[in-house]
């Protein structure tokens, strides 16, 4: 029961309730510490069955179910820490930081205030103090941007739609066809620019 190519040295188990016991020796000397590899071990101290050796192969499989689970959790982890980074400014909310704190089995935090009126004043002292103009947009101009694109797209489609009705009326009354891109740009433009509103 001692062969060190079949045992791992000092490692013993418990099959009733899979207690494991790990000898060691400290040479006092030198303060090393070392695997005792010496055959004699007390039953287990939760049920008096004898114990036995634990054999390499068995070490091995579970350090490879350890490192596995450690490496999804550890993948999880870090999933959750990239995304809580990436979010900008009022992206990231209470829920945001819940999230993140799931993701490391932690519970959310205890968010109470207290006082409301003076929780304002410190969130007024916070932004000043910790946040920072420009870089990312508000809501405000957002929606500009928005309000923007939406007349240009109007403006676009009914550009488009004067193009078409000349091609239209040019096919039928003067047997003229345009046959490419090169033909309908300049009209199209033309319309475009008559139909653009101001920028404001
Ligand atoms: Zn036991």
Redesign the pocket.
């Known amino acids: 029961m001692n062969d060190e190519s079949i045992y791992v040295p000092g490692e013993w188990t418990?099959d009733?309730?899979g207690?494991v016991v790990v000898k060691s020796v400290i040479i006092a000397s030198t303060g090393d510490i070392m695997a005792d590899a010496s055959a004699h071990v007390e039953a287990?101290p939760?049920?008096g069955?004898a114990m036995r050796q634990v054999t390499w192969r068995e070490a091995l499989t579970e350090a490879r179910d350890i490192a596995g689970k450690d490496l999804i959790a550890s993948q999880r982890m870090r999933a959750a820490v990239a995304k809580h980074h990436a979010q900008k400014a009022d992206d990231r909310c209470i829920l945001d930081d819940d999230e993140l704190y799931a993701a490391f089995g932690l519970p959310p935090v205890d968010r109470r205030v207290g006082d409301k009126a003076a929780m304002l004043v410190n969130c007024q002292r916070f932004i000043e103090r910790r946040c920072e103009a420009g870089g990312w947009p508000t809501y405000a101009e957002l929606e500009a941007t928005v309000a923007g694109l939406t007349a240009e797209r109007d403006a676009a489609r009914s550009a488009l739609q004067m193009v078409s009705e000349r091609w239209t009326f040019n096919n039928q009354q003067h047997t003229h066809t345009w046959h490419d891109w090169a033909d309908c740009q300049p009209v199209l433009a033309a319309a475009l620019a008559a139909s653009k509103p101001e920028k404001t």
Do not use: R
């Open positions: 418990c009733a309730c207690f287990c939760n049920d069955t």
